[in-house]
């Protein structure tokens, strides 16, 4: 009876210690010190049925080269994600996720493209790679008319080519298609000022003789 109670306690006792939250107060190191290739992991548990191996490791390249990888899952549904849930919350906010897709997003929590932003952006600088719109200056170009310009805007109320403000208030713009059609346009216009150049020299010659 006495080796029951005893089991019993054991028992009780660790199946309680295993509960219970582990505190460390002090700095934890995992794994020793290697030379190149991948440390030891930092593995997080997975419920039954649940395949997705995650795990921090570090890799060490070369000297003075490191790669700290985070695994989140084995397909494209897993994610890494950023929130907050401040007290008075009922639940958790999602404030910046990583996709194992490869898109992220910031108070987005589920990104589209490779970058989704809500919110404003503020930026020293902005490269943006595409084609330009040198083709207006190229032989063959179909320059339209005056009259075809007029007419498109009185019955589109835009330039040719322009989206309306309808169609951006619903689908955006892409700033590189739209810096291309707004230099196609410039240009187009000093298309139209050198053949108006023209005619007034023409004017001219022919007042003069």
Same mark, same amino acid.
């Given at each position: ?136 200056? $190229? ?6 008319? *005056?009259? !075809?310009? /007029? %007419?498109? #805007? @009185? ?29 196609? $346009? ?6 139209? *000022?050198? !053949?108006? /150049? %023209?005619? #007034? @020299? ?8």
């Amino acid at each position: 009876m006495k080796k029951v109670l005893i089991g019993l306690f054991l028992g009780l006792f660790c199946c309680s210690a295993y509960s219970q939250t582990e505190v460390i107060d002090k700095d934890v190191q995992i794994g020793g010190l290697i030379t190149e290739g991948y440390g030891k992991k930092l593995q997080f548990g997975s419920p039954k049925g649940n395949s997705d191996d995650v795990y921090f490791i570090r890799n060490n390249i070369e000297s003075d080269r490191t790669d700290l990888i985070l695994s989140l899952g084995d397909d494209d549904k897993d994610k890494f994600v950023i929130g907050r849930k401040f007290w008075n919350e009922a639940e958790f906010t999602q404030q910046f996720v990583f996709q194992t897709n490869g898109n992220m997003g910031i108070g987005i929590a589920n990104p589209k493209n490779k970058l989704d932003v809500n919110g404003t952006i503020r930026a020293k600088e902005v490269k943006v790679e595409s084609e330009w719109a040198d083709f207006v200056f $190229k032989k063959g170009y179909n320059l339209p008319t *005056i009259t !075809e310009v /007029k %007419q498109h #805007i @009185e019955e589109k109320g835009t330039l040719p080519g322009i989206p309306s403000e309808k169609e951006v208030k619903a689908n955006g713009v892409n700033l590189a298609e739209t810096d291309v059609l707004l230099l196609q $346009k410039i240009e187009e216009l000093t298309l139209y *000022i050198i !053949e108006l /150049k %023209q005619e #007034i @020299e023409d004017l001219k010659s022919q007042v003069n003789n």
